[in-house]
């Protein structure tokens, strides 16, 4: 399964943004798919995680009340809406999707590109 992301961009703080993830094939099953963020210098860090077959989630501390995840099962879709960005939000996002969520944050089965997201002040 390869992952697209895509979506990023340059936005002001307090701006919005919808990063997407398309999967080459469907996934299904019991797969979870996530969100992660790269900032520079720092560590690759967990922001949301959705179960492909149910409607659970799950965030970082970080992106509650302002992110949300979400699936389109029949586009093989996965998205992060992204608001009331901060310039702390600033990083690479990547999609990744494994078997379970322990799986996901520890070593995922498949990971997406990245894409930038730029929050200036």
């Known amino acids: 399964v390869q992952l697209q992301a895509s979506g990023g961009g340059l936005v002001q703080a307090g701006g919005s943004l919808r990063l997407s993830c398309t999967a080459s094939?469907?996934?299904?099953?019991?797969?979870?798919m996530a969100w992660f963020r790269r900032a520079p210098g720092k560590e690759r860090e967990f922001q949301a995680a959705i179960w492909w077959s149910r409607a659970i989630t799950e965030y970082a501390d970080s992106a509650k009340g302002r992110f949300t995840i979400s699936l389109d099962n029949a586009k093989n879709t996965l998205y992060l809406e992204m608001n009331n960005l901060r310039p702390d939000d600033a990083a690479v996002y990547y999609c990744?999707?494994?078997?379970?969520?322990?799986?996901?944050?520890?070593?995922?089965?498949?990971w997406g590109q990245g894409t930038l997201v730029t929050v200036s002040s």
């Open positions: 094939r469907r996934i299904g099953g019991t797969y979870v």
């Open positions: 990744a999707a494994s078997s379970s969520l322990l799986m996901v944050k520890r070593r995922p089965d498949y």
